[in-house]
Nanobody, 129 residues
Framework: EVQLQASGGGLVRAGDSLRLSCTAS????????IAWFRQAPGKEREGVSL????????EYADSVKGRLSITSDYAKNMVYLQMNNLTPEDTAVYYC??????????????????????WGNGTQVTVSS
């Protein structure tokens, strides 16, 4: 079983940067892919980015490519989501999730919820214009 804790959200201005952190704990962490999802008010949850702790493969939704970067610190069992040049459209609750399998949502280019077995709490990101 895996426990996930997301942190790092906050209120920022358009154009600012923010780094989200996901702390993972449990057994066999390195066999999991860790993904970030977000849900804006009135919208469905969407996959933003994913990293495979097994082989380092990364994946990004088309809407965030070039602005977001996902990395993993194996020693600390943490996954980071560096978000640059934020816009009000990035305002959402961000969740980290883990799964031993992962799938691509071909409508967005980002990770699909299918395959995610464990979910952490959310962290609010608010971007003002």
């Amino acid at each position: 079983e895996v426990q996930l804790q997301a942190s790092g959200g906050g209120l920022v201005r358009a154009g600012d940067s923010l780094r989200l952190s996901c702390t993972a704990s449990g057994t066999n962490i390195d066999v999991y892919a860790i993904a970030w999802f977000r849900q804006a008010p009135g919208k469905e949850r969407e996959g933003v980015s994913l990293i495979s702790r097994h082989d380092g493969t990364t994946e990004y939704a088309d809407s965030v490519k070039g602005r977001l970067s996902i990395t993993s610190d194996y020693a600390k069992n943490m996954v980071y989501l560096q978000m640059n040049n934020l816009t009000p459209e990035d305002t959402a609750v961000y969740y980290c999730a883990a799964g031993t399998e992962y799938y691509t949502d071909y409508t967005t280019g980002g990770p699909h919820e299918a395959g995610m077995e464990y979910w952490g709490n959310g962290t609010q990101v608010t971007v003002s214009s």
